[in-house]
């Protein structure tokens, strides 16, 4: 106004009257934020100097209107283009703050915003804040996280990598101030070890309580073999079985430091849960509970547990319906209800591309969420990284294989040696039977009609690598096998190529192009037909399906993908059926080379000069 009264009289003589005269310029808002923690609250005062609270909602109201001035009750005049008032409304928003709360100038609030208002004082330096010591402290915990004091136990600091160490300390952190959040590490990369660290950590540091996994079905008997490989010290019970001796084991949960069940099952479960409480409950794939609506995204949240973390190797950032559902198991009420949720941020968003809802949103979250990138960690990871991922028979299949197991033992101590030897090819036939029950059932039985536990991990993995955004090579002997996945994967929707040995030249080099060209994510592939000539640098997954076979055959299958020309690094997942011969092959392999190449050496000698006892031994799976 003082500007456009100054043009007037350059032009030439303004006469005014003395009540125009009068009129005063407030050229900005002074405001003054104190915040402090307390009984687990936010503390958040407001004060704004030379305006009187009452009327700094009318003031907002203004801004929001987008005009330049408003006119106080006194008469004065306010200058609307102003940051603080910029802060002031988005906080209004953000926090949900009533209009009686601002007007009183005085309110409380979840401790779970503090970051994000120490994110808002930040950006708006004209801002005066006073900020107490547990506020302080609180910020600052999270902004130096490298340098906590949670030393990570002394049992695990030689295997785990930088970054992992870095991820638990994180986790400590959000544990240390009561939040919960998202391990979002790439696969790969151990999301499964840091938990364990800090499991591992609370029972050394003499914490009482048990802890709850949930995970999908085929990850179950996973989690028990990590926690048996990294904590031998923590104890363990696997939810599984009868409902009648899932209930038992429920009930008795207090007697051991760790539970681990299934999305399915608990939901099936879930009154057995009722009036028990566990000190954490972590959710792996928790991109499992993207459906706020599902049986299993209700069964979790409804968990009585003093620590929330939730695991996903998923890229959440563009899929908001599913990371509200997440926040709604981690801290309910922190992305407001959904329906606010949706009206506020999901559809402006996603509809408008509304980029101040992204940054509210990005502000809100970020604290909470840890993504690592395979190239974000590059110099503390190998070339190559491996992970065995173990699968157990449900009954109907673990019957058929215990069957052909006990009728190869009872075949093979009624011959005497030069039987035994005489009879190998037989035996290797019934080998290779016993084989196709470990990868599914119905390659050998047509009418089969029960579970096949490493199909259905096969699948789930694949699909959680495409959410991530890899491309994956899968690999396995059997033509018969890759037939049933791709069926499987149609069932899916996804789509794939598929190599065997019936392929021709040309047709492969075409497939081969065009999936390095990304046009599809998955190549299905028989071992021997994929073990060279292929140069498939577009995958940064591998998956041998039945790796156990000829071990430096899976080596140049996996030389597809880990070759010259790769930009990113691969991970290589070999599944295996537990307490099987494929676990007993997996250990020649890594203790008896020689012996495992006797073993799967050329055409008819695939048995080398084992003899009855070490052939017995390697079908004694447990």
Known sequence: MEEGVNALLSMGEVQCTDRFRSHQIVNRVKVSVGVSVSSGLLDLEIVTADIPAAELLELLQSYRRKRKYHRLK????????????????????????????????????????????????????????????????????????HDSDFEEPKSLSKIMRNYQKNGYKWLRTLEAWHFGGILADDMGLGKTLQVIAVLLA?????????????????LVFNWGEELRRFAPDLSFVLVTGTAGERQEKIAAYQSTDVLITSYDLLKRDIACYEGKEFQYQIIDEAQYIKNHTTAAAKAVKVIKSEVRFALTGTPIENRLSELWSIFDYLMPGFLYGYETFKREIETPVVKNKDEQAMKRLQKMVSPFILRRLKEDVLRDLPEKLEEVRYVRFDEAQQKLYDAQVLHMKESIAQQDESEFNKNKMLILSELTKLRQICCDPSLCFENYKGGAAKTDACIELIQSAIDGGHRILVFSQFTSMLEILQKCLEEASISFYTITGAT?????????????????????????????????????????YDPWWNLAAQNQATDRAHRIGQTKKVTVYKMIARHSIEEKILQLQETKRDLAEQIIGNAGGELGRMDKEELLALLDGK
């Open 504 to 544: 021709p030249k040309e047709k492969r080099l075409q497939l081969v192009k065009s999936f390095n060209d990304g046009h599809v994510p998955v190549f299905l592939i028989s071992l021997k037909a994929g073990g060279v000539g292929l140069n498939l640098t577009g995958a940064d997954v591998v998956i041998h």
């Open 202 to 218: 609370a029972k050394e540091e003499g914490k009482t309580g048990t802890s709850l996994v949930v995970s999908p079905a085929s």
């Open 74 to 145: 006194d008469g004065r005049f306010v200058s609307l283009e102003d940051p603080s008032l910029e802060m002031m409304a988005e906080l209004m928003d953000t926090m949900h703050l009533k209009p009686s709360e601002l007007a009183k100038g005085k309110m409380h609030l979840p401790i779970y915003r503090t970051l994000y208002l120490d994110k808002m004082l930040e950006e708006n330096e004209s801002v005066y804040s006073n900020r107490d010591s547990h506020f302080r402290e609180m910020v600052k915990g999270f902004k130096t996280i």
